[in-house]
């Protein structure tokens, strides 16, 4: 028994914005099935014990202190601008 049908695939295909042929949909109802079916394998699982994560590998975050230093001298930083006027960096408007 399929848990996904043509017509399902059709609609999704549809709403996406993506031409797909007869064929192509035969063959995305067998490939989505199976995904379904593992998923469902998986829900077959006791994951009472496990604790939730976001990732499987342990990872950690380093953060560093926010420091303030000396920047850039504006003349240094201006040179490199293709635009400016009154010691500011002119970018094109984006607003009407």
């Known amino acids: 028994m399929s848990r996904i049908s043509e017509d399902q695939v059709k609609h999704v295909a549809h709403l996406a914005r993506l031409a797909i042929t007869e064929e192509e949909a035969k063959k995305f109802t067998t490939q989505l099935d199976a995904i379904i079916g593992f998923a469902e394998q998986l829900n077959e699982l006791d994951t009472a014990q496990v604790d939730p994560t976001s990732h499987v590998l342990e990872m950690k975050n380093v953060f560093r202190k926010d420091k303030p230093g000396?920047?850039?001298?504006?003349?240094?930083v201006l040179k490199n601008a293709p635009d400016q006027k009154d010691g500011q960096i002119r970018v094109p408007s984006i607003l009407e």
């Open 70 to 76: 000396v920047g850039l001298p504006r003349e240094e």
